[in-house]
T-cell receptor, first 113, second 113 residues
């Protein structure tokens, strides 16, 4: 919310296509995160980045890729290798201090058609 | 590795009654603990956090949470529930080295009038 913009809000993907979800922030936060949300499974971490040009795999990184070329931007690509991509994707940011809360975007709902 | 458990998929409360949403955690070192709320098709909103100090933490919308180190718990509470409190609630933990933020599976709170 606030200074985090996710786009698009809804996205439809055909089988075998790669799609990229956008996340932009103007909060000047160092850390950015991508989470996947499925019903009953809570939020699962896909990738996170604590600094420009560096990122780490989360718990479910297979079939996804990211880049962090600018502090403000952390796009997520859902590749054709991700066999079950239909989900709600959330981007979050925080300062690099662990005692601060994360701020979330409004999410992108991806559906495979 | 950090982990969070929210043992109840759903909590049902009558309006005006007190509510409790349970959370237990596992982390190396001292924990940073957070509660978030999510309304349908929206991002997560921060409610409150425990970093250090007083075990009873007060947050937004009249919510509070009690940190119990011996029981590794961080239960969310509110003295008098409102129908508008009905939502999905997430507990999250980060260790004090500032590593990734890990979420529980979420608890649906339903407040009936």
């Amino acid at each position: 919310d606030g200074g985090i913009t996710q786009s698009p809000k809804y996205l439809f993907r055909k089988e075998g296509q790669n799609v990229t979800l956008s996340c932009e922030q103007n909060l000047n936060h160092d850390a950015m995160y991508w989470y996947r949300q499925d019903p009953g499974q809570g939020l699962r971490l896909i990738y996170y980045s604590q600094i420009v040009n560096d990122f780490q795999k989360g718990d479910i990184a297979e079939g996804y890729s990211v880049s962090r070329e600018k502090k403000e931007s952390f796009p997520l690509t859902v590749t054709s290798a991700q066999k079950n991509p239909t989900a709600f994707y959330l981007c979050a940011t925080s300062t690099d201090r662990g005692n601060t809360e994360a701020f979330f975007g409004q999410g992108t709902r991806l559906t495979v058609v | 590795a950090q982990s969070v458990a929210q043992p109840e998929d759903q909590v049902n409360v009558a309006e005006g009654n007190p509510l409790t949403v349970k959370c237990t955690y596992s982390v190396s070192g001292n924990p940073y603990l957070f509660w978030y709320v999510q309304y349908p098709n929206r991002g997560l909103q921060f409610l409150l956090k425990y970093i250090t100090g007083d075990n009873l933490v007060k947050g937004s919308y009249g919510f509070e949470a009690e940190f119990n180190k011996s029981q590794t718990s961080f239960h969310l509470k509110k003295p008098s529930a409102l129908v508008s409190d009905s939502a999905l609630y997430f507990c999250a933990v980060r260790d004090n080295r500032g590593n990734k933020l890990v979420f529980g599976a979420g608890t649906i709170l339903r407040v009936k009038s």
